[in-house]
């Protein structure tokens, strides 16, 4: 059976269901065509991620025939942004994803793997929220920059800005002139540094605390062992014991 990965499944988890809240927008709010167009992007990217997914599925499935009968064919259709009808196929990606995480106990185990690998975890919640909001703020910031004075008018400009805003770059091309739009500037600026600090820190202590992992598998190793040797001991006691009765 192929090796779960709670926390990886976590973040497809997430992945679909913004996906899902993508297709909500565009389809029952119908917005302006330049927020279609963030939107679609931000579609786009997701279902490339879909699609890695379903590449590493299909690799590691022990069964590829059976996995390509069941969930892959779905899995795939769900990755195609340019089929509007195969995206809501998504929400069978949720419900076999929520059926995995519930059958290996997923609040025990979830909450063990979040807290005993932060670096990992605090690297996927990262590039989650930063999605969520650059696709928030270029939609909000087309929506409230449509003045004449304003100069975000076009998907291209809003998701530049964006970009631009929360790694805290500021090329200055780009800014908003509202008062609604620089709260918003002023949330993804505060986000940013938050968000690239905690980046910048998992990733040092990915290269100054290597020998975790390895510490780790030293010590499951000599668990290993001892519970060898118990075992060892029991079987001779076991065998002393019948000897005398004999």
């Not at 820190?201 to 001892?226: C, G, Q």
Request: aromatic share 8%; charged share 20%.
């Amino acid at each position: 059976m192929r090796r779960v990965m709670p926390l990886y499944q976590l973040y497809m988890l997430a992945l679909c269901v913004i996906a899902l809240a993508v297709n909500v927008v565009q389809h029952a709010l119908r917005p302006d065509p330049e927020i279609d167009a963030v939107l679609d992007a931000a579609d786009l990217v997701i279902c490339i991620a879909f699609a890695v997914d379903f590449a590493v599925s299909l690799w590691t499935a022990e069964d590829r025939r059976r996995y390509l009968l069941t969930w892959g064919w779905l899995d795939i259709l769900s990755s195609m942004p340019m089929l509007d009808a195969a995206r809501w196929g998504r929400l069978a990606r949720i419900a076999r994803i929520a059926r995995l995480l519930r059958s290996i106990r997923a609040a025990r185990v979830l909450s063990t793997m979040l807290l005993s690998r932060r670096r990992q975890s605090t690297l996927l919640a990262a590039t989650l929220v930063a999605l969520v909001l650059i696709i928030a703020s270029s939609t909000a910031i087309l929506h409230f920059e449509n003045s004449k004075e304003g100069n975000i008018h076009t998907a291209d400009n809003a998701v530049w800005w964006a970009f631009a805003t929360i790694t805290t770059v500021g090329y200055g091309e780009f800014y908003p002139v509202t008062t609604e739009g620089r709260v918003i500037a002023a949330i993804l600026m505060t986000a940013g540094v938050g968000l690239f600090g905690a980046f910048s820190a998992a990733l040092a202590s990915w290269f100054l605390v290597p020998e975790d992992e390895a510490t780790d598998a030293e010590i499951a190793a000599m668990r290993e062992e001892m519970r060898g040797l118990r075992e060892a001991i029991e079987r001779l006691a076991q065998q002393t014991r019948e000897k005398r009765i004999s």
